[in-house]
Nanobody, 122 residues
Framework: VQLQASGGGLVQAGGSLRLSCTAS????????IGWFRQAPGKEREFVAA????????YYTDSVKGRFTISRDVAKNTVYLQMNSLKPEDTAVYFC????????????????WGQGTLVTVSS
């Protein structure tokens, strides 16, 4: 599976962005898809994930109520809608694909896309 993340950019605090993770391969929808982010000088952290079977969604506490992850099966794409953005959301965002049940941990992911930079100005 090859993943392509896009949609990052510069936005003011309180604004919105929608990230896309598009994958090649017919088995894309067999994978759970997660979003992670890494801010300068910090470790990569889990942001959100969507399960492969029932589409259950998971979020880190800091983004609950602001971010929404969704999947478009026909387009082989997973979206991360980010609203009410804060300067602390500034990071490089990565999408990843997993066949495991450990989808809130980076260790559970098998394939990673390149990152897309999100910058939130105050």
């Amino acid at each position: 599976v090859q993943l392509q993340a896009s949609g990052g950019g510069l936005v003011q605090a309180g604004g919105s962005l929608r990230l896309s993770c598009t994958a090649s391969g017919r088995t894309f929808n067999s994978y759970a898809i997660g979003w992670f982010r890494q801010a300068p000088g910090k470790e990569r952290e889990f942001v959100a994930a969507i399960g492969r079977t029932f589409g259950n969604t998971y979020y880190t506490d800091s983004v609950k109520g602001r971010f929404t992850i969704s999947r478009d099966v026909a387009k082989n794409t997973v979206y991360l809608q980010m609203n009410s953005l804060k300067p602390e959301d500034t990071a490089v965002y990565f999408c990843a694909a997993s066949l495991s049940l450990r989808i809130t941990s980076a260790a559970g992911y098998d394939y990673w896309g390149q990152g897309t930079l999100v910058t939130v100005s105050s």
